[in-house]
């Protein structure tokens, strides 16, 4: 599985942004897929995840902002990031996984794209 992440950018605290990613390849070996972002000097963190029958699932610092959807039909998901901050800066990584009850678990997840940078000014 390959997954190809597109959308980042920088802009300013209170703005919006939208992340994509695009998986490819043995896509049926995946249930779920999500995001995680890393910040300079931090341990990377579980971001949003879904699963393909639609099941979300937020970490606490973005629910009510960020939302996360998909297209089955494209084998894509979308991070849509609303109200931005400061401390949302960070490396956004998606990443697909067999075990959707476990895709807050980075260390289960099977495949990753490469990061995304999103930089949020004050």
């Known amino acids: 599985v390959q997954l190809q992440a597109s959308g980042g950018g920088l802009v300013q605290a209170g703005d919006s942004l939208r992340l994509s990613c695009a998986a490819s390849g043995r896509t049926f070996s995946s249930s779920a897929m999500g995001w995680f972002r890393q910040a300079p000097g931090k341990e990377r963190e579980f971001v949003a995840g879904r699963g393909w029958g639609g099941i979300t699932y937020y970490a606490d610092a973005v629910k009510g902002r960020f939302t996360i959807s998909g297209d089955n039909a494209k084998n894509t998901v979308y991070l849509q990031m609303n109200s931005l901050r400061p401390e949302d800066t960070a490396v956004y990584y998606c990443?697909?996984?067999?075990?959707?009850?476990?895709?807050?678990?980075?260390?289960?997840?099977?495949?990753w794209g490469q990061g995304t940078q999103v930089t949020v000014s004050s």
């Open positions: 990443a697909s996984t067999r075990w959707e009850r476990s895709i807050r678990d980075q260390r289960l997840a099977d495949y």
